[in-house]
T-cell receptor
Framework: GENVEQHPSTLSVQEGDSAVIKCTYSDSASNYFPWYKQELGKRPQLIIDIRSNVGEKKDQRIAVTLNKTAKHFSLHITETQPEDSAVYFCAASTTGTASKLTFGTGTRLQVTL | SQTIHQWPATLVQPVGSPLSLECTVEGTSNPNLYWYRQAAGRGLQLLFYSVGIGQISSEVPQNLSASRPQDRQFILSSKKLLLSDSGFYLC???????????FGPGTRLTVT
């Protein structure tokens, strides 16, 4: 089955700096890669996703890049703000009727003033 | 728009007691439904998923079970809770393409 590794496990940046979180996956059949943000005590929220037919996707201050050859994808957050502090999870899956997400172990991002 | 509900929001149960958590989805038909558990400070563990009424796939052998009696209703149960069952239980749904998953608000279960 699919295995997703996520690094780093914790990340501290100063407000205004950029943050990068990296994930690798094992199953070459995976074609869908979402990122979730989970604030303390809350549900994970889908913040951005990418499919295997594109290499990069941006949404305001966040972007995701995908390298299918190397089987890794990354989340980039620019101009970080205190409200970006949360745990971020990457995931990978195939698409189809019975698709399942395999999640990484999470990255705790802390944005300091 | 689609909405996913879970109840109860919090639950404190003694070891050995039964459990029933409910999840319902509004605004969509034939969703894929998922149950996850998240231990404190940990990642998301997929417990069960369902692609249709009465169709349940189990990911992890344990003392939990799931049922889908209606298209948009997913129930997580246990006959006898263990201390290790404590955690944050999240229900999620996805559409026919089975890709984007959206989570419910969760149930925080404490087994004492």
């Amino acid at each position: 089955g699919e295995n997703v590794e996520q690094h780093p496990s914790t990340l501290s940046v100063q407000e205004g700096d950029s943050a990068v979180i990296k994930c690798t996956y094992s199953d070459s059949a995976s074609n869908y890669f979402p990122w979730y943000k989970q604030e303390l005590g809350k549900r994970p929220q889908l913040i951005i996703d990418i499919r295997s037919n594109v290499g990069e996707k941006k949404d305001q201050r966040i972007a995701v890049t995908l390298n299918k050859t190397a089987k890794h994808f990354s989340l980039h957050i620019t101009e970080t703000q205190p409200e970006d502090s949360a745990v971020y999870f990457c995931a990978a899956s195939t698409t189809g009727t019975a698709s399942k997400l395999t999640f990484g172990t999470g990255t705790r991002l802390q944005v300091t003033l | 728009s689609q909405t996913i509900h879970q109840w109860p929001a919090t639950l404190v149960q003694p070891v050995g007691s039964p459990l029933s958590l409910e999840c319902t989805v509004e605004g969509t038909s034939n969703p894929n439904l998922y149950w996850y558990r998240q231990a404190a400070g940990r990642g998301l563990q997929l417990l069960f998923y369902s692609v249709g009424i009465g169709q349940i796939s189990s990911e992890v052998p344990q003392n939990l079970s799931a049922s889908r009696p209606q298209d948009r209703q997913f129930i997580l149960s246990s006959k006898k809770l263990l201390l290790s069952d404590s955690g944050f239980y999240l229900c999620a749904w996805s559409g026919l393409r089975g890709s984007e998953q959206y989570f419910g608000p969760g149930t925080r279960l404490t087994v004492t």
